[in-house]
């Protein structure tokens, strides 16, 4: 049995879940390595972190390319090249085709900042908290054609107080992300690792 699988992670912006991954990543016992970062933003600060870390990174600007399939088939390309297992969406911030969703399904994975399925989409704490819920939250899911619609892998609740604005109500879900994450894609390449193969994507 392999003892580590090879993710890469795909990120638009701050970086800071790519980070929480990363310094999981350095416990001797955790069951992935991050193997390649791939970056859509020129600038964004995702790309200095994994650098920093000493991890292969590139940006691939979606901009550059013609059409969307076009971009998530340079993606493909560069994650079949660095013989990735597992793709982990970090705060990425577009949309995937469905061609590389049927490719690599059951293998990406996202972090969504609310408790799915309720607010998906953009700008949830605002929303959560206009709908004025108790409860919010962050969600890891699996990566599916539809929307933060995926079957969820796990979720971590974060109660809403009283004077909470977008910014206080996001800075708490940013830590819960950051446990959440890590947590999950350990339980989740440990059950992939334990199946007999870890057979390589469509
Ligand atoms: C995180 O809150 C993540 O859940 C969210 O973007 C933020 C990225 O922060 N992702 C989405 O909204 C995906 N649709 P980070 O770059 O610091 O990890």
């Given amino acids: ?12 912006g701050r970086g800071s879940n790519l980070r929480a991954l990363i310094e999981a990543c350095r416990a001797p016992d955790y069951p992935c390595e991050i193997a390649l970062v791939l970056v859509n933003v020129p600038g964004a ?22 059409s969307r399939a076009a971009f998530d088939a340079g993606l493909d390309a560069a994650l079949r090249a660095a013989k990735i297992d597992i793709v982990c969406l ?15 399904e059951g293998r990406v994975l996202n972090i969504h900042p609310s408790l799915l399925p309720a607010f998906k989409g953009l700008d949830t704490h605002r929303r959560a908290l206009e709908a004025g819920v108790a409860i919010h939250g962050c969600t890891v899911h699996l990566v599916t054609a539809g929307l933060d619609e995926g079957p969820i892998l796990a979720r971590a609740e974060v109660a809403v107080r009283p004077g909470d604005d977008v910014e206080s109500l996001a800075a708490r879900v940013l830590e819960a992300e950051h446990l959440l994450y890590p947590k999950t894609l350990r339980e989740f390449a440990r059950a992939r690792l334990a199946e007999a193969a870890v057979t390589p994507p469509r």
Avoid: K
């Fill in 1 to 12: 049995m392999r003892a580590r699988l090879r993710v890469g992670a795909l990120a638009s």
């Fill in 45 to 66: 600060p995702a790309l200095d972190i994994a650098r920093a870390a000493g991890i292969s990174a590139r940006l691939i600007d979606h901009r550059e390319f013609a």
């Fill in 90 to 104: 970090a705060g990425f911030m577009r949309l995937l085709s469905p061609g590389f969703v049927a490719a690599w």
